[in-house]
C-alpha cells in the first residue's frame, strides 16, 4: 500500500509542477503594459552591493549591538545538571565561612 500511495503522490506533484509551469508563460514578460516606465538597470557593483553587502553589514551591525548589549551574568548560565558555577560556589564558600 505505501508504494501505490508514493506513487499517487509522486504522480501529483509531478502534474502539479508541470501545470503550473505551463500556466506562467515567461514570454509575457516581453510585452510592455500601459503606463509601464522602467527605470534603468542596475551595475553590478550596485547589485552585489544591494544584495550582498548590505545585508552582510546589518547582520554584523545587529551581532554587534546583542554581544555589546549582553547583560547576562555567569549564575544564569545553562550548566550540565551536578555541576556548579565559579561564582555559585564562591558564593557558597563565603557563606559557610
Not at 506562467?24 to 516581453?30: E, F, G, N, V, Y
Not at 549582553?70 to 563565603?94: E, M, Q
Amino acid at each position: 500500500m505505501d508504494k501505490k500511495n508514493a506513487l499517487r503522490a509522486g504522480a501529483l506533484a509531478a502534474g502539479t509542477t508541470l501545470m503550473m509551469l505551463l500556466m506562467s508563460s515567461p514570454a509575457l514578460a516581453l510585452t510592455r503594459d500601459a503606463g509601464d516606465d522602467p527605470g534603468t538597470g542596475l551595475s553590478v557593483v550596485e547589485t552585489l552591493g544591494l544584495y550582498v553587502l548590505a545585508p552582510l553589514a546589518l547582520f554584523a551591525i545587529i551581532a554587534g549591538l546583542v554581544m555589546v548589549l549582553d547583560r547576562s551574568h555567569p549564575d544564569h548560565l545553562v550548566k550540565t545538571p551536578g555541576t556548579k558555577t565559579k561564582a555559585k560556589a564562591k558564593v557558597k564558600a563565603s557563606a559557610k565561612a
